[in-house]
């Protein structure tokens, strides 16, 4: 393999709480109540849209005014909270210099992704950076997995996905991917487990192992 594909919330970082945190603020700015964290926490990993919709029942009249709302909040909240796994850069920093390129696949909007790579100083080791608006069909859809082969110019036994949740395994299946799960972020281990993917790692170190 030669390609790594990232998920970023969850398996790369731990932004649990920033989530949760802006989803709950935006939800009592806009008068929709409290939202519950273990409700909030289940649609990690999807875009925005479906987690307002399902978890808020932000109506679509209004959806974009809660992005945009969610994500002034975010810019703010998430420096403040956000941190990586234990052994995420030492690991990236390893990949990359053993030829691997490396790519985040994520359902955050790319500008914060941008933000918060380089603020967790890993921007050097990745390649390239694929956000919500890159793909009109977001995870667990296969097609941010597909234009990443595409534009790296790699066959699909060739990449590896890596997430910590079933939709970024079913979008690397669905790409026709290895697939890894990581056992710390969101879904559980039998969660993951249930998508059958190539490997389930414990710690992020554990993917020096693989490649």
């Keep these: 393999m030669k390609l790594l594909i990232l998920d970023f919330d969850g398996t790369i970082a731990d932004t649990k709480s920033s989530i949760v945190n802006t989803i709950q603020a ?4 806009l008068g929709y109540g409290i939202a ?3 409700d909030i926490q289940e649609k990690i990993g999807l875009p925005l849209k479906d987690t307002f919709s399902s978890v808020l029942k932000v109506p679509d009249s209004e959806m974009d005014h809660a992005i945009d709302l969610y994500r002034s909040k975010y810019q703010d ?6 941190t990586l796994f234990p052994d995420v850069k030492s ?3 390893y990949l990359s210099q053993k030829g ?3 790519t985040v696949a994520s359902s955050k909007g790319k500008d914060a992704l941008h933000l918060l790579l380089d603020h967790l100083q890993v921007s050097p080791f990745i390649s390239r950076i694929y956000g919500e608006q890159d793909v009109k ?3 667990p859809a296969p097609d941010m997995a597909q234009l990443i082969l595409e534009q790296e110019k790699c066959e699909p036994e060739e990449a590896l996905v890596v997430g910590d949740t079933v939709f970024d395994l079913q979008m690397g299946r669905g790409a026709g991917c290895h697939t890894c799960g990581v056992t710390y972020g969101n ?3 039998e969660e993951l487990k249930e998508q059958n993917p ?3 790692i414990n710690n992020f170190g554990e993917l020096k192992s693989i490649f």
């Design 91 to 93: 690991t990236i920093e």
């Design 137 to 139: 069909n977001k995870k």
């Design 77 to 82: 909240i998430c420096m403040e909270s956000v």
């Design 198 to 200: 190539t490997f389930i």
């Design 26 to 29: 935006t939800a009592k700015e």
């Design 36 to 38: 519950r964290e273990k």
């Design 100 to 102: 691997i390129v490396i």
């Design 187 to 189: 879904n559980s281990y």
